[in-house]
């Protein structure tokens, strides 16, 4: 790798419960060759090996942090799929990205259907550990800043999962 060449990707997702964040990063992760990070896999297996009790805290994001941090400095592609509802948190990912010298992208996912945005959330189940995840009171009523940067923006309502993915994909010029 030269000198000046970034040496790997970040694509940091934002957006509430239910809005299509895993699907697409799922399928773009495949697509672009990435590691996807996936912050309710994480948490789910921290809460399953007993050591965290109650409130995660930062710890799934805090790890995943690592991760991604390790990954990028390989020269990886690395997909941050996570809910990612503050300031705080996306600086985190973007540090992470400039302390690599790694490409970002910031992507935040939305859907703005607000019906089929509830049928998602009260019908999915959670793949990481087979349960259902937040209410639909739960994400109405979540703490979601908005964002003070310019980002990208996918919507998802009325679309598939393929041409959101293929969105991200022109966003990188892929």
Known sequence: ?????????LVSFSGLPGVGKSSIA???AAEIAAIWLRIDSIESAIRASSVVEGDM???????AYAVAADNLALGHRVIADCVNPWMLTRDAWRNVAFAADAELLEVEIVCTDR???RNRVETRRSAANNCAGPTWQEVVERDYRPWI????IVETAEREV????????HMLAL
């Open 1 to 9: 790798m030269s000198r000046g060449q970034k040496r790997g990707l």
């Open 26 to 28: 799922r399928m773009l």
């Open 57 to 63: 805290k930062d710890a799934g994001y805090r790890a």
């Open 115 to 117: 019906d089929a945005h």
């Open 149 to 152: 940067r310019p980002v990208g």
């Open 162 to 169: 393929g041409d959101c993915a293929a969105e991200i994909r």
